[in-house]
Nanobody, 129 residues
Framework: VQFVESGGGLVQPGGSLRLSCAASGIFLDYYAINWFRQAPGKEREGVSC????????TYADSVKGRFTISVDNAKNTVYLQMNSLKPEDTAVYYCAADLERVRCPALSGLGRYSTYGYWGQGTQVTVSS
């Protein structure tokens, strides 16, 4: 089982990137799939979640209205479209499956469980002028 993230890079403030999380060895609709990020010296932060089972999504307040999570079950890939990027979005972005949940939690539970697995290697996003 493997998740592979891609799509990161260097972008100017206000720019856009689309991250991909390609899964192999699992079917995405068995799990809620989460995007996380971790900036240097900061704790890991849950960014967004999607359930391909019921279409539910959850976003952190810091990205709501700017980021959009989606899933292509045929390609077994989850995407994170990031628009209006800010310097504070700079981080390594990871995807992971919640091994005990099919549906996404409410905002209060986003990224807060100990049940995440199949972590990818991460992709670096740098927002700077």
């Amino acid at each position: 089982v493997q998740f592979v993230e891609s799509g990161g890079g260097l972008v100017q403030p206000g720019g856009s990137l689309r991250l991909s999380c390609a899964a192999s060895g699992i079917f995405l609709d068995y799990y809620a799939i989460n995007w996380f990020r971790q900036a240097p010296g900061k704790e890991r932060e849950g960014v967004s979640c999607i359930s391909s089972r019921d279409g539910s999504t959850t976003y952190a307040d810091s990205v709501k209205g700017r980021f959009t999570i989606s899933v292509d079950n045929a390609k077994n890939t989850v995407y994170l479209q990031m628009n209006s990027l800010k310097p504070e979005d700079t981080a390594v972005y990871y995807c992971a499956a919640d091994l005990e949940r099919v549906r996404c939690p409410a905002l209060s539970g986003l990224g807060r469980y100990s049940t995440y697995g199949y972590w990818g290697q991460g992709t670096q996003v740098t927002v700077s002028s």
